[in-house]
């Protein structure tokens, strides 16, 4: 993929749609392409928090952990943005990410990210409504939780 595919890619993310090509410019040029295979783990619950990547293709899983073994929480679709929280809030990865299908990436490293968004606030900004809906959508999928089992009698 060409630098300017990659810059054509990045735009499509709907956080960087507005911000200047050459700013995009040089998060491509900055960022590392990627290949994972199905199946491949992108990173692990409890590693630094040193990159986040961008799907160009293939969709991603959030695996979580149970007593029993990981279980598939979400999923991330192509365009997406992954690994983010841990760069913003500098902690450790929250969960296990893996390819439930072939996938190309975007690495883009903690520096190159975080200068981004000093440099564009638009950015900080669209990142802040994406993580405000997911929270919506995960207080949501805890409810729903808490009132199944409720209606067992498990709670």
């Not at 956080?15 to 410019?25: G, H, L, N, T």
């Not at 986040?52 to 365009?79: C, F, Q």
């Not at 190159?112 to 405000?132: G, K």
Request: charged share 25%.
């Amino acid at each position: 993929m060409s630098i300017n595919e990659e810059v054509e890619a990045l735009r499509r993310v709907p956080f960087f749609a507005a911000v200047d090509p050459a700013k995009i410019k040089l998060l491509a040029f900055a960022s590392e392409q990627q290949s994972f295979a199905a199946g491949a783990t992108i990173f692990r619950e409890g590693d630094p928090g040193d990159a986040a990547y961008l799907l160009l293709e293939g969709e991603a899983a959030v695996m979580a952990a149970a007593p029993d073994g990981l279980h598939k929480v979400a999923s991330i679709p192509r365009n997406a943005f992954l690994g983010e929280i841990a760069i913003l809030c500098n902690i450790p990865r929250t969960a296990t990410v893996v390819a439930a299908e072939p996938i190309r990436a975007l690495k883009i490293g903690k520096d190159a990210f975080l200068q981004l968004m000093r440099d564009v606030p638009q950015i900080a900004f669209e990142l802040m409504r994406e993580l405000a809906v997911r929270l919506d959508e995960t207080t949501d999928r805890l409810r729903e939780a808490q009132a199944r089992l409720k209606k067992a009698g498990m709670a």
